[in-house]
């Protein structure tokens, strides 16, 4: 069965832009989790989504903000768009929230010039 | 606070011989303990998931190993090849009981095996 789908794969942004990262889970997973992967911080938490609803939310400002539709598919926003969120963009799929089922996704990469 | 930590930072081998990653652990309660391997520029790929109960998982030349109570975990890498080549991650997971995939994620070991 597929794996998780993210899109786009690369980007490059202008400061001050905004972006928008799509993540589609694998077939019947209706949690996905976000995460900014970066040299120096290394895997940060983002959000969470389950059942179209946010569980959870890290500590990143209000201009990072995601969404999660009927058919489980998230998308991640980011605005006014600065040099700092040049990373590597993770989405992670889930069966439900036991845990025990995690899978990423390839990731996107966004360049902030 | 709920920590981990990994240690070494990086490590190079020569192709063939085998290496351990060590994984320590603050979180507590703990449901379960897993090792990712990424490779650069992708996303991690799960090797081991072991649950609070379980002692020691393989997966081909990966083998984890927990200790619960002493909040340790290795990884050993046999027969190193080049494609090993990666960042090996550990991942605990709190109680699921808190309604939610919380993963709290290591700084992850950087292994480069040369041949």
């Known amino acids: 069965k597929a794996g998780v789908t993210q899109t786009p794969r690369y980007l490059i942004k202008t400061r001050g832009q905004q972006v928008t990262l799509s993540c589609s889970p694998i077939s019947g997973h209706r949690s996905v989790s976000w995460y900014q992967q970066t040299p120096g911080q290394g895997l940060q938490f983002l959000f969470e989504y389950f059942s179209e609803t946010q569980r959870n939310k890290g500590n990143f400002p209000g201009r990072f903000s995601g969404r999660q539709f009927s058919n489980s598919r998230s998308e991640m926003n980011v605005s006014t768009l600065e040099l700092g969120d040049s990373a590597l963009y993770l989405c992670?799929?889930?069966?439900?929230?036991?845990?025990?089922?995690?899978?990423f996704g390839e990731g996107s990469w966004l360049t902030v010039v | 606070k709920n920590q981990v930590e990994q240690s070494p930072q990086s490590l190079i081998i020569l192709e063939g011989k085998n290496c351990t990653l060590q994984?320590?652990?603050?979180?507590?309660?703990?449901?379960?303990l897993r090792w990712y391997k990424q490779d650069t520029g992708r996303g991690p790929v799960s090797l081991t998931i072991m649950t609070f109960s379980e002692n020691t998982k393989s997966n081909g030349r990966y083998t984890a190993t927990l200790d619960a109570d002493t909040k340790q975990s290795s990884l050993h890498i046999t027969a190193s090849q080049l494609s090993d080549s990666a960042s090996y991650i550990c991942?605990?997971?709190?109680?699921?009981?808190?309604?939610?995939?919380?993963?709290?994620f290591g700084a992850g070991t950087r292994l480069a095996v040369h041949p």
């Open positions: 991942v605990v997971s709190p109680s699921f009981r808190s309604g939610y995939n919380k993963l709290i």
């Open positions: 994984c320590n652990y603050t979180v507590s309660p703990f449901s379960n």
């Open positions: 992670a799929s889930s069966l439900d929230l036991s845990g025990n089922t995690i899978y």
